[in-house]
């Protein structure tokens, strides 16, 4: 468990609690174990009882605790406090736009026990007359609600794949099944999934129900499995090319209206879409130009213990060489991110001192220093020029006020991005896939504005990210744009998050040759060296 995970777990209990009308000292007491465990630099379920008695705001109870998280995967006071609150409100703390007062107070005062009740008494406006809401936070809450429930029974397409990669070599082991794959929006690389579905051709004389039987996966009908508490659809084919052309977008895709099954067909699986299949019909060759895991030399935009990752920069910077990478960026937070334990200059500026002494111990391996900047409310960056001119590159991005219109939006974006100090800016629309839309901004401009400034549009791989939208990246290439497949590590794990941005990128067909980092060492010095 990462100390994020682990956090996240005290602020479930802390919520569940106040629902609960607990004693409000033991709330703080777990909301302040959630802030300080979240900004330690180790991984808790790690230390020793000892270690952890040392920590400034753990006590005895919150080791405890720690202490059955790590034994048992989980906190008996939780479980208990979720039993005394009704599910659809252990479901509305999960509802970006309302907090957990406001969660107790519609509870207790509309009767309202779920997101869907409450979407129903937002548009019936029984919210405007209650205490702290009005007319507009209610406008807010239903768009919330409408956008949380419409992706509800959806996974992140990097959960899906890590689920079909331990259940496939089941199967593939078993000497009954032929062949099995990915079909529907997996093998489509769709960035939600809202079905994991499986191909398989079966051996002669070989049924899926034995398969099954023999695998001791639980089935209802012998089409759906349950697999790690998620429901997988098995379709059974006679043949691999039947197989394949199940690999197509849905009957009522636009695609259907120019383009027959053959033609589909004749491309991978990711790019069968309208807008990709456009470009290929003009570009045959440009399927082998598109970028591959392969092709990536080094990770752009990483966090350590500086800010709020969960490794030290020696850490991240020994992970990134095992993964065979020519080089690192590390680019912590800010310090209007207070939050996220930002970096006030002085702090900046130790870090650069720490970077250049591994770096001195290299030769092969190159660390690049970087930060995040925050971008401002008036589009400006967080730090002084003077600051900002010890950086070998700066990544600009959004990260408060996010409730901004397109004009406001695009114009904060392009402030940023004219600023001769911005490299790359990051995750364009500040979205979090299955959890929050990101602000409306005049795409066209802002690439416009990258293009013309030489920065660098980032594609922010994190799976909840996977930010700029690849729809994105045909008006990108066509502009001549570069893009950087980032991973926006705060772990050493996610820097396999790069394969996922990778995969998003593939949909378009975007070429290897417009990634930042796929230029080796030396090209990617002079491609990011400011005049």
Same mark, same amino acid.
């Given at each position: 468990m990462t100390n994020k995970e682990v956090a996240n777990q005290f602020k479930l209990l802390?919520?569940?609690?106040?629902?609960?009308?607990?004693?409000?000292?033991?709330?703080?007491?777990?909301?302040?174990?959630?802030?300080?465990?979240?900004?330690?630099?180790?991984?808790?379920?790690?230390? +020793? &009882?000892?270690? *952890?008695?040392?920590?400034? #705001?753990? %006590?005895?109870?919150?080791?405890? =605790?720690?202490?059955?998280?790590?034994?048992?995967?989980?906190?008996?006071?939780?479980?208990?406090?979720?039993?005394?609150?009704?599910?659809?409100?252990?479901?509305?703390?999960?509802?970006?736009?309302?907090?957990?007062?406001?969660?107790?107070?519609?509870?207790?005062?509309?009767?309202?026990?779920?997101?869907?009740?409450?979407?129903?008494?937002? +548009? &019936?406006?029984? *919210?405007?007359?209650?205490? #702290?809401? %009005?007319?507009?936070?209610?406008? =807010?809450?239903?768009?919330?609600?409408?956008?949380?429930?419409?992706?509800?029974?959806?996974?992140?397409f990097a959960k899906a794949d890590q689920i079909v990669k331990r259940l496939l070599p089941l199967f593939q082991a078993h000497s009954g099944c032929h062949e099995i794959m990915c079909v529907g929006e997996m093998a489509r690389q769709n960035q939600i999934i809202s079905s994991i579905e499986l191909g398989i051709v079966l051996q002669q004389e070989c049924s899926l129900a034995e398969i099954l039987k023999n695998l001791k996966l639980d089935s209802q009908n012998h089409?759906?499995?349950?697999?790690?508490?998620?429901?997988?659809?098995?379709?059974?084919?006679?043949?691999?090319?039947?197989?394949?052309?199940?690999?197509?977008?849905p009957p009522d895709d636009d695609i259907w209206a120019e383009h027959d099954i053959d033609t589909i067909l004749a491309i991978p699986a990711p790019m069968r879409e309208l807008q990709t299949l456009h470009y290929l019909n003009n570009n045959p060759d440009a399927i082998e130009k598109t970028i591959q895991n392969t092709d990536i030399k080094g990770a752009v935009h990483n966090h350590t213990t500086y800010s709020d990752g969960s490794h030290s920069l020696e850490d991240m910077v020994g992970q990134a060489q095992a993964n065979g990478y020519e080089y690192l960026v590390i680019s912590d937070h800010s310090q209007a991110a207070f939050y996220a334990n930002g970096l006030k200059p002085d702090r900046l500026l130790e870090q650069g001192e720490?970077?250049?002494?591994?770096?001195?111990?290299?030769?092969?391996?190159?660390?690049?220093?970087?930060?995040?900047?925050?971008?401002?409310?008036?589009?400006?960056?967080?730090?002084s020029n003077e600051i900002l001119d010890t950086l070998d590159l700066v990544i600009a991005s959004i990260h408060s006020n996010l409730n901004m219109d397109e004009s406001k939006a695009t114009a904060r974006l392009i402030k940023a991005v004219e600023n001769p100090y911005t490299t790359i800016l990051g995750h364009p629309t500040g979205r979090l896939l299955l959890s929050r839309k990101g602000y409306p901004i005049d795409y066209r401009k802002v690439i416009d504005a990258c293009i013309a400034n030489d920065v660098i549009i980032e594609l922010n791989a994190n799976p909840q990210r996977l930010d700029i939208d690849w729809k994105w990246l045909h008006y990108i290439r066509e502009k001549g744009g570069f893009i950087s497949i980032n991973p926006d590590a705060h772990h050493k794990a996610h820097y396999t998050y790069m394969e996922y941005g990778v995969k998003v990128a593939q949909k378009a067909a975007f070429p290897s040759s417009l990634v930042l980092n796929t230029l080796p060492l030396t090209l990617f010095e002079e491609k990011i060296r400011r005049s």
């Amino acid at each position: 468990m990462t100390n994020k995970e682990v956090a996240n777990q005290f602020k479930l209990l802390s919520d569940l609690m106040e629902l609960s009308g607990e004693n409000p000292f033991k709330i703080r007491s777990y909301q302040s174990a959630y802030r300080v465990i979240r900004a330690q630099p180790q991984p808790v379920i790690e230390l +020793k &009882e000892d270690e *952890l008695s040392a920590i400034k #705001g753990i %006590g005895k109870s919150v080791i405890s =605790k720690i202490e059955e998280l790590k034994l048992q995967g989980y906190i008996n006071n939780v479980l208990k406090y979720q039993d005394k609150v009704p599910e659809g409100i252990v479901e509305l703390l999960s509802v970006k736009g309302i907090g957990v007062k406001k969660i107790k107070q519609v509870w207790e005062e509309l009767d309202v026990a779920s997101p869907g009740e409450l979407l129903y008494a937002c +548009k &019936e406006n029984r *919210l405007v007359d209650l205490s #702290g809401f %009005g007319a507009k936070t209610q406008e =807010k809450l239903i768009d919330q609600l409408e956008y949380y429930m419409a992706h509800a029974d959806k996974i992140l397409f990097a959960k899906a794949d890590q689920i079909v990669k331990r259940l496939l070599p089941l199967f593939q082991a078993h000497s009954g099944c032929h062949e099995i794959m990915c079909v529907g929006e997996m093998a489509r690389q769709n960035q939600i999934i809202s079905s994991i579905e499986l191909g398989i051709v079966l051996q002669q004389e070989c049924s899926l129900a034995e398969i099954l039987k023999n695998l001791k996966l639980d089935s209802q009908n012998h089409e759906e499995i349950v697999f790690e508490d998620y429901t997988i659809t098995l379709k059974v084919f006679d043949s691999l090319s039947a197989l394949d052309k199940s690999i197509v977008p849905p009957p009522d895709d636009d695609i259907w209206a120019e383009h027959d099954i053959d033609t589909i067909l004749a491309i991978p699986a990711p790019m069968r879409e309208l807008q990709t299949l456009h470009y290929l019909n003009n570009n045959p060759d440009a399927i082998e130009k598109t970028i591959q895991n392969t092709d990536i030399k080094g990770a752009v935009h990483n966090h350590t213990t500086y800010s709020d990752g969960s490794h030290s920069l020696e850490d991240m910077v020994g992970q990134a060489q095992a993964n065979g990478y020519e080089y690192l960026v590390i680019s912590d937070h800010s310090q209007a991110a207070f939050y996220a334990n930002g970096l006030k200059p002085d702090r900046l500026l130790e870090q650069g001192e720490a970077i250049d002494a591994i770096n001195a111990t290299n030769d092969t391996f190159k660390i690049f220093k970087s930060v995040e900047s925050d971008i401002l409310n008036d589009g400006s960056l967080d730090y002084s020029n003077e600051i900002l001119d010890t950086l070998d590159l700066v990544i600009a991005s959004i990260h408060s006020n996010l409730n901004m219109d397109e004009s406001k939006a695009t114009a904060r974006l392009i402030k940023a991005v004219e600023n001769p100090y911005t490299t790359i800016l990051g995750h364009p629309t500040g979205r979090l896939l299955l959890s929050r839309k990101g602000y409306p901004i005049d795409y066209r401009k802002v690439i416009d504005a990258c293009i013309a400034n030489d920065v660098i549009i980032e594609l922010n791989a994190n799976p909840q990210r996977l930010d700029i939208d690849w729809k994105w990246l045909h008006y990108i290439r066509e502009k001549g744009g570069f893009i950087s497949i980032n991973p926006d590590a705060h772990h050493k794990a996610h820097y396999t998050y790069m394969e996922y941005g990778v995969k998003v990128a593939q949909k378009a067909a975007f070429p290897s040759s417009l990634v930042l980092n796929t230029l080796p060492l030396t090209l990617f010095e002079e491609k990011i060296r400011r005049s």
